[in-house]
């Protein structure tokens, strides 16, 4: 956990934090709105809100909190219907990570799936060392971890839980029953996916006797997820670690006809979710809380503000929505800086330190100060991994598989906590293999497939129990000195994420944009590789003037699933404004 401060300090702060301003709400134009991408006003409350990347999920968040719930509870419940209505994005058989905050605290909850006891890093290597295919990779039993999601929410259930626990599972177990309508993006993946229907079951639950994808509307019922969520209401998270749920998914894994997996009913049982210390670190007004590793999300993202903070990027905000390519050459290469780190440096430290004094030393500010230098006019195209203080080992580079997929939720109560999770499957439908009405992921290929290369081991090697590598960025932000919880974000989109969240933090605290207003600029960023921009979303002058600066473009479709609440303040008053992505299905639920 990472403590705010002293409690003596803390109540010397309570006049100022009554007094301190919230981010106040600057009026701006609304972004330029793009051909297949819908609008979202954004949503006020003065209570509490949460907001998830489908209706139905938000609403059984929603409900809890009406019921006098906290942010936890109604995380649980989102994620329950989640598994159920968006399926290609997240589940009780994938992993997650949570940030939570009370006031006096912020914990980083670690639910990411781990490898089994009888993997190593052959894994994803064929008999001659080469990587396996990305198809041999995904789909089938071998890409299975143990999952963390349900671990992992109990014991934030345990700690901070204010509804019963069986009571959270009411909405998911009722649509369960009673049926969902098939939303448009459901039914456009099942269109896209070729691999799901190869597994019966899924094949009998997703498609038609055709094996056409439901349409669009389509009442779908899940009496096995049903099931399977009664017994987990009612036995608790053991019901899911132990017994008939965690045989199936072990026998599931075993028997995939031609690329079973190694993991057992053992591995399943002894999962264990992680309580880690959050990464925080301050820029300008600001404290900035992320997640730690086995995510480099947080790392990453406290680099890229760290390397910013010595350019100032506020000079450059968007005007009309339009971002300034001033302003994406200073992000794109604090990001490529930031990606080189990540790539080389940042594993499951748990079983790979990380370089030299570890977290502190990858945010020193006189090693970020270095790294910045290294920005020029023109783009350094790609950067190369730095030297942080005290290193000493050499590490290969990374090559783990990362596609889009992955759900981001945030909540604030009424009782001061604040939480932002991202929940993940891996790719779109994992392993693509169900059982017992949900879906197994396929998290094992965010490890890297090659074991080492010429300057050594790779740090996200597979090694048995370890936690692949994630770019998943649960992000909290808090008005630097009160505590005051002022946005919850973060957004799924593989290793992108990184990107899309820092884009969300840049908006709001340097350009003064409201979360919707952030989450809905366009998106751009750097992987290390080309500049990456949003297809259709930038207008050629800005294509012009980066290239101009030496960036290789690359316009691509930027799929981020971005999710938001922000504290604003008008008139004296702080309210909840919360965000939801225009690309996908997210909408907010408050009171
Ligand atoms: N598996 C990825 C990670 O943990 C997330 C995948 C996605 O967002 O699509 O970083």
């Not at 790609?382 to 990374?398: I, K, S, Y």
Request: aromatic residues 8%.
């Amino acid at each position: 956990m990472y403590s705010f401060k002293p409690l003596a300090l803390r109540l010397a702060l309570l006049a100022a934090l009554c007094a301190s301003p919230a981010f106040a709400e600057v009026p701006q134009k609304a972004p330029e709105i793009a051909t297949a991408y819908a609008e979202k006003p954004g949503w006020t409350a003065k209570q509490f809100m949460v907001a998830a990347a489908n209706p139905l999920a938000a609403d059984a968040g929603y409900r809890m909190l009406k019921q006098g719930g906290g942010a936890i509870d109604a995380a649980i419940a989102t994620q329950l219907v989640l598994t159920l209505v968006e399926p290609q994005s997240s589940g009780i058989g994938g992993g997650a990570f949570l940030l939570y905050a009370d006031g006096q605290q912020v914990q980083a909850f670690d639910g990411r799936e781990t490898a089994p006891a009888g993997a190593d890093d052959t894994l994803f290597q064929n008999p001659d060392g080469s990587p396996v295919s990305r198809a041999t990779g995904v789909v089938g039993g071998r890409s299975v971890g143990a999952p963390g999601v349900l671990r992992m929410l109990e014991l934030a259930h345990k700690q901070h839980g204010k509804l019963a626990w069986a009571t959270l599972f009411g909405p998911a177990i009722k649509l369960s029953q009673d049926g969902f309508p098939v939303s448009q993006r459901l039914h456009g993946l099942l269109k896209w996916d070729q691999a799901l229907k190869r597994d019966p079951v899924a094949a009998a639950y997703f498609y038609d006797n055709d094996g056409q994808p439901l349409p669009i509307g389509y009442t779908l019922k899940n009496p096995e997820l049903a099931r399977t969520l009664r017994e987990i209401a009612a036995g608790g998270a053991d019901a899911f670690y132990h017994g008939r749920i965690a045989r199936d998914i072990a026998a599931k894994v075993a028997s995939h006809p031609t690329n079973p997996g190694k993991l057992t009913v053992r591995d399943i049982a002894g999962y264990q979710a992680k309580v880690r210390t959050p990464v925080c670190s301050h820029y300008k007004a600001w404290t900035v809380c992320g997640m730690p590793p086995p995510s480099s999300g947080g790392i990453a993202i406290a680099q890229m503000l760290g390397i910013l903070e010595t350019r100032d990027i506020s000079r450059f905000p968007p005007v009309g929505g339009v971002p300034d390519a001033r302003a994406i050459h200073l992000f794109t290469e604090a990001g490529r800086l930031a990606y080189a780190d990540r790539n080389r440096y940042v594993a499951d430290t748990d079983f790979v330190p990380l370089p030299g004094a570890g977290i502190a030393a990858l945010l020193d500010k006189t090693y970020l100060a270095q790294r910045a230098g290294l920005i020029g006019d023109k783009s350094m195209r790609r950067a190369e991994a730095g030297t942080p203080p005290g290193m000493q080992v050499a590490w290969g580079l990374d090559n783990a598989l990362q596609r889009p997929s992955t759900s981001h939720l945030v909540a604030v109560d009424a009782f001061g906590g604040g939480l932002s999770m991202t929940t993940s499957v891996e790719d779109a439908f994992g392993a693509r293999q169900m059982v017992d009405g949900f879906l197994l992921n396929n998290q094992l290929t965010d490890f890297s497939f090659d074991a080492r290369d010429a300057s050594g081991p790779v740090a996200n090697r597979v090694e048995p129990g370890k936690r692949p590598r994630s770019a998943m960025s649960p992000t909290l932000v808090f008005e630097k000195g009160t505590q005051k919880l002022v946005l919850a974000t973060g957004s799924p989109g593989g290793s992108s994420i990184i990107n899309y969240v820092a884009k969300v933090l840049v908006g709001t605290m340097d350009w003064g944009l409201n979360v919707q207003q952030a989450i809905s600029l366009p998106n751009f960023g750097s992987r290390n590789g080309p500049t990456e921009l949003e297809q259709g979303r930038i207008p050629a002058a800005q294509v012009d003037a980066l290239r101009a600066m030496g960036h290789e473009v690359r316009i691509s479709e930027q799929n981020s699933g971005l999710q938001g609440i922000m504290r604003l303040n008008a008139h004296g008053q702080d309210f909840w404004f919360g965000g939801a992505d225009p690309r996908r299905e997210g909408m907010v639920r408050g009171d």
